[in-house]
């Protein structure tokens, strides 16, 4: 199980007195142990390897978009922390299909729909991230799906 790794690798990572990867992962731990607290109220919990996958794909678009707004910023510094904490967050989640891929999979559930304008971008959206959602990146598959539809 993935959470089981999690803990293997901060274990193996403070062993090894590597403080920036020991605190990545500490944080990851965090995150996911909020989100279990945020769910011990809620009636539909979702299986562990998913809730920690989701967990990790919120932290990963989070750097990202803090990569861009420090670059933009001039801050190098701080995005080359949030570039490395992404490296290690990226080590957990699935692999990310290329955007041909991405492509593929939108064309073939377009077909499947019978979707045709962007009044059934909703539709597609949804579809796609029952199928692909912990391999796609979704803002980017936002973007091919409207150009898809106009």
């Given at each position: 199980m993935l959470r089981?790794?999690?803990?293997?690798?901060?274990?193996?990572?403070?062993?090894?007195?590597?403080?920036?990867r020991t605190?990545?992962?500490?944080?990851?731990g965090a995150k996911i142990k909020d989100r279990d607290i945020e769910l011990r109220t809620s009636d539909k919990k979702p299986e562990d390897d998913e809730l920690v996958t989701d967990v990790l794909m919120k932290m990963a678009?989070?750097?990202?978009?803090?990569?861009?707004?420090?670059?933009?910023?001039g801050r190098q510094e701080l995005a080359d922390k949030e570039k490395a904490e992404l490296v290690v967050i990226e080590e957990f989640l699935p692999k990310q299909m290329?955007?041909?891929?991405?492509?593929?999979?939108?064309?073939?559930?377009?077909?499947?729909?019978?979707?045709?304008?962007?009044?059934?971008?909703?539709?597609?959206?949804?579809?796609?991230?029952?199928?692909?959602?912990?391999?796609?990146?979704?803002?980017?598959?936002s973007g091919l799906v409207k150009e898809s539809l106009s």
């Amino acid at each position: 199980m993935l959470r089981e790794k999690i803990q293997t690798e901060t274990v193996t990572a403070m062993k090894a007195k590597d403080k920036e990867r020991t605190a990545a992962l500490r944080l990851i731990g965090a995150k996911i142990k909020d989100r279990d607290i945020e769910l011990r109220t809620s009636d539909k919990k979702p299986e562990d390897d998913e809730l920690v996958t989701d967990v990790l794909m919120k932290m990963a678009k989070q750097r990202r978009e803090s990569i861009a707004m420090y670059e933009d910023g001039g801050r190098q510094e701080l995005a080359d922390k949030e570039k490395a904490e992404l490296v290690v967050i990226e080590e957990f989640l699935p692999k990310q299909m290329s955007e041909d891929e991405t492509r593929a999979a939108i064309a073939q559930i377009k077909s499947d729909l019978n979707a045709e304008g962007m009044k059934d971008m909703g539709r597609v959206m949804g579809e796609l991230k029952a199928r692909h959602g912990a391999s796609l990146d979704m803002s980017r598959a936002s973007g091919l799906v409207k150009e898809s539809l106009s």
